[in-house]
């Protein structure tokens, strides 16, 4: 599974940037995801800002996660 999260650095911009198992960095806006509701908390830049690595995935606490492969296939290679 090429699309397991290692690292994740959030930036002040709303993006993240990625590094996957094979190494490969990319960058994920996620602007767009603050439109949905469960992401509300998300816009308080202070807890975005909190975003880690967990589950091979991109977490910030047990009720907000992102799916590896969406991460992935949703991001651009840096």
Not at 27 to 40: G, Q, S, V
Not at 43 to 68: S, Y
């Amino acid at each position: 599974m090429n699309w397991q999260v290692m690292a994740v650095e959030p930036t002040k911009d709303y993006k993240l940037i990625l590094t996957f198992k094979t190494g490969e960095k990319r960058i994920f806006d996620f602007i767009p995801m603050l439109e949905h509701k469960i992401n509300k908390p998300l816009k308080n830049i202070k807890f975005f800002m909190k975003a880690k690595v967990g589950h091979n995935t991109v977490m910030w606490n047990d009720e907000l996660d992102l799916c590896p492969e969406y991460l992935y296939e949703n991001s651009v290679k840096v």
